[in-house]
Every structure is written in structure tokens, then in C-alpha cells.
């Protein structure tokens, strides 16, 4: 080795790879822990000893469903599996190369140090840096995250005999190759707003410090802090609306915390970065859902997040971040901090959250939980910004939790190619929301872009006692002078009311959109649905202007994780004329009766019109309500409205029938 490549791997051993005594005990407190992490690495370490890809790690950005194996000594870098460049650049990201070092550390076995080395120098041999494979095999998002998995994967296997100097000497200039390509990325702005530049940077910012390459260093250290101001809005939330993009930064933000705390770099971060990196966690712990999966809007797949958490809470020191993750530190946690620093997070008192709703209001984003367990009801409301190529046209979406078990779902992504498959996951129709004459209210340009940006209004969040009430507005149809709002009122987390309508000239036709999760089974009876799943039971009632509603049944595609799809239930509520649309979906503890009723106003001995106001009775959950829809402003001798005796002066308004004296609460006035 030369005197540079002997500085650099003399300081990549002292400060990240562990000794053979902590290895044996990150090893042995894995096994005991986390078995099934365990089984998984070695499996996939095996597979890569046969040249077997197959990419179903927890955090692979494009997971496939088939496996693809080469001949001995033949790996094509650059091969495309299908029409889908994504395997190229999951491919070409080098993650499972950090299974070979943990299947090696708890083995023992040096056939998987030997294949890292293998596939390491094969890589090298066939893959140098060229302007042709600047899209393919050296894009720099994954040329910055491949740089960090080579440093995780070497520091399990730097131990091996297979590591030869000349090996060594090989990885140095691997990574200095990496450096280059980072350090000279000229899509400056492209970095400092996507998720690409914080990625790219916390690849260059690690192996620029082993390199001891300065500038590199210092151009690092400026991205990861200006895109920690730039991206994270004001709630914690990344701004591309994707759950996993978000995640993945986040995750990009611990790493990098973990390698300044290694290299003593204790200025890199102020305490209002900090706090971003903070928020970032916290916006993770506020979105999860009761499977502990982040939820899968915009382009995200059902990952669990317990283990981003996790080692959020043992790095920022935070009890409520451990509540939401593991009780012991997470597997790939130990493979990174050590079994020390299980100890130190197992004396972290856990602080956990309190049950109720959580407004991320830059995102608009509303979460209702009855709890934090597995069997918790969980409700989700989302209208906020596109945010970019990741987002989907889900503004006003709803998603729903009964007992631990999903009800009404998103679709997820599937695919990032040019197919009709992207554009049906990415449309209006695959999500829980309003539409206007079954037409978009953006139509797709191509994968990333769309023809138009509507805006969605600032959502209002109002709770009291157990009424939470929300309501949100876009407007997407606004060419057709129509806006388009959404009324939501959760009664506790047994009864849910939605109540559409469209502002402006009256549509032709209007429709409310349901996906419901794979395993809810529904069926049909007399204008309304009851459905169940493994745990749950409940019924959903429609309405158009007061009168029982339309409802078709049908199916349509689901993709939990990216190259995966199958068929789940949909329901289409629809009626003609523009009317307004409610919904009322209720547990089925007991039977669930909806009875609309004609709104009166008792100062003026007036009965208002159906597209006036709406009014319901619901008996459903052991409780009798009164539930008034004005839809307008209140005034003009339409004032103190109300059924069954209550009167009140809001536009939405919620009457338990059983209290004494009957009052009527307002949500909305």
C-alpha cells in the first residue's frame, strides 16, 4: 500500500471496525435477541455466495419479488431485470454486502468474508467510474449510499485473512473513486432539495473523513446541515410526502451522527439541527401504525420502523422515542453501536405517548389513536402538499385501524416504470378520497411529474372531549370553479363520520373512493356494507343529500412493497347531481342504525333542504347521536338549527341524545 491508502486504512480500523472480542459479543446478543434478523442475513449471505440477488431486506428502497442468479464469475453489474432500471440501482447499492459481514461475524465461516471480497473486487474490476454509467451503475444517490454500506460491510470482515493489503489497498480506492464522483456532483440544487443530496452526503461525508480529503469533508458537512433546513417542514416531516423517503433521510441523519460521534466531529450539527433531526424521529413515532409500520403514502411500502426508533432514541438520548421502538436495541443497532450500547439504551426510561390526536400541520397530516399496543384503532387523515415526484394525488385521503388491523388502506406504489400500473397507484382513484365525474383532479405528466399542482387548503383539527373533528379542502377542480371539501368527525374510535362536498357549478357526478385492506372481506345489504377482517367487524352507510347512496363493490390493486401486487377489496359511493355525500363507518358491536333526519331551525320554525343541511341519528356502539351538516355560512334565518330537540348555532355540530341536558357541542362554527 502506498503511505496515503496505509493512512486511510489505518484510520478506518482504529475508528470503525470493531475488535474480534465485540464482534463475538454483537454476534452472540443477535442471536439471542433477534433471531429471525439472524436467519435473514444468512440467507441472503448464502444466496450471494450462489450469485443469487434477491433484494427483501427491510429497508431495500426497490424490493424484488423473483430472484435473478448469474454464473460463477459472471455477475452483470449493469443487468435489468425486466423493463425496471430499479434493479440496477438496488443491485448497485451493495446493502446485502453487510449480511455477508454479519453472516461471517456469526459463523465464523470465511466463505462469506471470502465473497465479499470476491464480489467487492469484481465490482471493481468491472465498474470503474465512466461518464456512460453515470445513470446507471454510478448514479450519485447510489453511489453515496453504496460508499457507507462498503465501510459497514468491510468493518465485519476487515478481520478476515481474505483481506489482504493489496484487498485493503483495492477498498481504499474504491472509496476515493466514490469521492470523486460525490465531491464533484454538480447538481447542486437537485441535492439540496431531494432526498438524493442528503444520501449522496452522508456517503462522502464518511468516507471523505477516512480519506482525509478536507474539502470534501467540509463540502459534505455543508449539505447534510443546509438540507436539514431546507427539507424538514416545520412538523418533523421530509417534505417529498412519502413515508419511506422521509424515513430513509432520517435514517441517513443517524448514520451520520453515528460517524461524527466516531471521528469526534462535535461541531457538525448546532442544537437547531439537532432539533430538526429530532423532529424528523418524532414525526416517524407520530405516523406509526399499530403494526408499527410507517404508512404507506405516496411512494412507501409497509416497513416497520421500530428499529429507526430505536436507534433515534439511543443517539438523541429520547424516552418516547424508545416507547415507539424496541424494548433492547434494535438488530441492526447492535451490529453498529455494540452490546455496550444495549446496556446503555436498556437504562433509558421509556416514556410513552398518551393516546389521542396529533396534527403534523405543514404536512397536513391528522392521526387518532385509542393507543400505542398492537390492538390500538388508529385513524389517519391527510391534505397537504404534492411534494414532488414521490407524492400521489391522495389530498383528503382517510385511512383506518380497527383493533390492530387495517381497514381502509392506501394502495402503495408497486413500480417506478412508464406503466399503466404507476399511474392507476399514483391517481385520485387508488385513494380514499372525493371526486368529481370520476375525473382526476391531476393527471400524471409522466412517472415524476403532473399536469397541474392544486393547492390544499389549511386543514382545520378541532377536539373536544371525545368528538375530534377535521375538515380540509383542495383545489384541484378549481378549473371547473369547484372546491372540493372534507368534513371528518370521530366519535372516540367507534364511529367515524365523512361528509363530502363540492363547491361551485354541480358536477354530474360525484363519488367518495374506498380501498380497503386485503384481508377485509365486505359484503352488500340494503344500500349499505358490513365488513370484517381477522379481528375487526363494522359497518359503513351512505348518503347522498340525505337520502341512502349508491355503493358498488369491486377490487383493485394493492402493493405493500415495491414488485408486489394483489387485488383488495374497493367500495365506490356515487350520486348524480352534485349532492352532498356522507358516509358513516361503525364497529358492529352492536347493531349500527343511521337515520337520516330533516334539520330544523327553531327561531324561525323553518325545516331546512337537504343541500341546505343534513341531518343524522346514529345508534351504533351502545351510543345515540345527533349529528348536524350545515352547508353554509350560519345567518339568514338559518341559525339555531339542530334535530331532536338540540339546537345549536355551528355548521357541524354532535349531540349526545342519552346527556342531560340535550346540548349540542359545535366542531365548526
Not at 458537512?221 to 427539507?231: G, K, M, T
Request: with cysteine.
Amino acid at each position: 500500500m502506498t503511505s496515503e491508502q496505509n493512512a486511510a486504512w489505518r484510520r478506518f480500523l482504529d475508528t470503525m471496525v470493531p475488535s474480534r472480542e465485540a464482534l463475538a459479543q454483537r454476534a452472540a446478543l443477535c442471536r439471542a435477541l433477534w433471531p429471525a434478523d439472524c436467519t435473514l442475513a444468512e440467507k441472503t449471505a448464502e444466496e450471494l455466495r450462489n450469485n443469487i440477488f434477491l433484494f427483501q431486506l427491510p429497508w431495500d428502497m426497490e424490493q424484488t419479488q423473483k430472484p435473478v442468479q448469474f454464473p460463477a464469475g459472471k455477475i452483470d453489474w449493469g443487468y435489468m431485470a425486466g423493463d425496471d432500471q430499479e434493479f440496477i440501482f438496488q443491485m448497485n447499492r451493495h446493502r446485502y454486502w453487510i449480511s455477508l459481514g454479519q453472516a461471517y461475524a456469526l459463523t465464523g465461516d470465511e466463505a462469506y468474508a471470502e465473497c465479499f471480497v470476491a464480489q467487492l473486487l469484481d465490482w471493481l474490476d468491472k465498474e470503474p467510474w465512466r461518464d456512460e454509467a453515470a445513470n446507471t451503475t454510478w448514479r450519485t444517490l447510489d453511489a453515496g449510499l453504496r460508499a457507507d454500506y462498503w465501510v459497514r460491510a468491510m468493518a465485519l470482515c476487515a478481520h478476515s485473512p481474505a483481506v489482504t493489503d493489496e484487498v485493503a489497498a483495492r477498498f481504499i480506492d474504491g472509496l476515493a473513486a466514490h469521492a470523486d464522483r460525490l465531491g464533484q456532483n454538480k447538481k447542486t440544487g437537485f441535492s439540496y432539495k431531494s432526498n438524493w443530496g442528503v444520501m449522496e452526503y452522508t456517503g462522502l461525508y464518511v468516507i471523505a473523513w477516512l480519506l482525509g480529503r478536507e474539502d470534501d469533508f467540509e463540502r459534505a458537512r455543508h449539505f447534510l446541515r443546509e438540507d436539514l433546513h431546507i427539507q424538514i417542514m416545520d412538523d418533523g416531516m421530509q417534505w417529498e410526502a412519502s413515508c419511506m423517503y422521509h424515513n430513509e433521510v432520517l435514517a441517513s441523519y443517524l448514520e451520520v451522527l453515528r460517524a461524527a460521534r466516531l471521528f469526534g466531529d462535535d461541531t457538525l450539527f448546532g442544537e437547531e439541527e439537532l432539533a430538526l433531526i429530532s423532529k424528523a424521529a418524532h414525526a416517524t413515532l407520530a405516523l406509526k401504525t399499530p403494526a408499527h409500520c410507517q404508512p404507506m403514502t405516496g411512494d412507501s411500502d409497509r416497513t416497520d420502523v421500530r428499529d429507526l426508533l430505536s436507534e433515534a432514541a439511543l443517539l438523541l438520548g429520547d424516552g418516547a422515542l424508545k416507547a415507539g421502538g424496541y424494548a433492547r436495541l434494535d438488530y441492526e443497532s447492535i451490529w453498529l453501536f455494540g452490546a455496550e450500547a444495549d446496556k446503555r439504551y436498556r437504562a433509558l426510561p421509556a416514556v410513552p405517548g398518551a393516546p389521542g390526536a396529533v396534527h403534523l400541520e405543514a404536512s397536513g397530516q391528522v392521526v387518532l389513536r385509542s393507543g400505542w399496543d398492537e390492538k390500538a384503532d388508529w385513524l389517519y387523515f391527510k391534505n397537504g402538499p404534492l411534494g414532488g415526484g414521490h407524492g400521489h394525488q391522495d389530498k383528503l385521503h382517510v385511512g383506518l385501524w380497527l383493533d390492530g388491523e387495517e381497514v381502509l388502506a392506501d394502495a402503495g406504489r408497486f413500480t417506478y416504470t412508464d406503466t399503466p400500473e404507476r399511474y392507476a397507484l399514483k391517481a385520485a382513484a387508488s385513494h380514499n378520497v372525493p371526486m368529481a365525474d370520476a375525473c382526476e383532479f391531476s393527471d400524471s405528466a409522466d412517472s415524476w411529474t403532473y399536469r397541474a399542482l392544486p393547492q390544499a387548503t389549511p386543514n382545520r383539527v378541532v377536539q373536544k372531549g371525545e368528538y375530534l373533528f377535521i375538515e380540509g379542502a383542495h383545489t384541484g377542480y378549481a378549473d371547473r370553479g369547484l372546491l372540493v371539501c372534507r368534513r371528518v368527525l370521530a366519535v372516540g374510535t367507534d364511529i367515524f363520520l365523512i361528509n363530502d362536498t363540492f363547491v361551485g357549478p354541480a358536477p354530474g357526478e360525484v363519488s367518495q373512493q374506498f380501498l380497503f385492506a386485503p384481508d377485509i372481506r365486505l359484503t352488500a345489504k340494503e344500500g349499505a356494507l358490513t365488513g370484517h377482517g381477522k379481528a375487526c367487524r363494522f359497518a359503513m352507510h351512505s348518503f347522498a343529500a340525505g337520502a341512502p347512496a349508491d355503493i358498488a363493490l369491486g377490487s383493485a390493486p394493492f402493493s405493500a412493497h415495491y414488485n408486489l401486487l394483489e387485488e383488495a377489496a374497493s367500495a365506490r359511493v356515487r350520486a348524480e347531481g352534485g349532492a352532498s355525500l356522507t358516509t358513516v363507518l361503525a364497529r358492529t358491536d352492536t347493531p349500527v342504525r343511521i337515520t337520516p333526519t330533516p334539520v330544523h331551525n327553531d327561531a324561525y320554525g323553518l325545516t331546512l333542504r337537504p343541500d341546505e343541511a343534513e341531518g343524522y341519528v346514529i345508534e351504533a356502539c351502545g351510543r345515540r347521536l345527533a349529528v348536524v351538516l350545515l352547508h353554509h355560512d350560519v345567518g339568514n334565518q338559518q341559525d339555531c338549527n339542530g334535530i331532536c330537540g338540540a339546537y345549536g348555532l355551528g355548521r357541524t355540530m354532535v349531540c349526545d341524545l342519552d346527556a342531560q341536558p340535550r346540548r349540542m357541542t359545535v366542531l365548526q362554527w
